[in-house]
Each structure stands twice: as structure tokens, then as C-alpha cells.
């Protein structure tokens, strides 16, 4: 599955600034987030997906 993520500027500078302190690509290293969020089922993570899908309720609604 390939995902499209959008960042603001300085988002995408400390994702890249992490990146290279850990020395691997910058996809990798969010793919390696993604999958540690969902590995590590959860309150945590059942939060974080309620805010975004409600964030996004517009937006998914206008798209389907």
C-alpha cells in the first residue's frame, strides 16, 4: 500500500532532520512510525485515529 502524507514545512524539516540524525531515508523513517502506531494496539492509538477521522469527517464525506 503506498500512502500520500501532506506535512507542513516544518514538520517535513524535523521528520528530515530526524531522518538524517538516524542516518535513513526519510520514507523509511515514517513508514517505521506508521508501523510502530499500529503495531502497538491501544487507547493510544484508537485516540489518535478519532481525532484525525473527525478532523477529516468532511473531507472523507466529499470524496466518497
Excluded at 27 to 56: H, I, Q, W, Y
Amino acid at each position: 500500500m503506498t500512502i500520500s502524507v501532506q506535512l507542513s514545512p516544518a514538520q517535513e524539516q524535523a521528520l528530515a532532520a530526524v531522518a538524517e540524525r538516524l542516518n535513513v531515508p526519510v520514507a523509511e523513517l515514517a513508514a517505521a512510525a506508521v508501523r510502530d502506531l499500529v503495531a502497538t494496539p491501544g487507547d493510544e492509538f484508537a485516540s489518535a485515529a478519532e481525532r484525525v477521522l473527525a478532523k477529516n469527517r468532511e473531507l472523507y464525506r466529499r470524496l466518497a
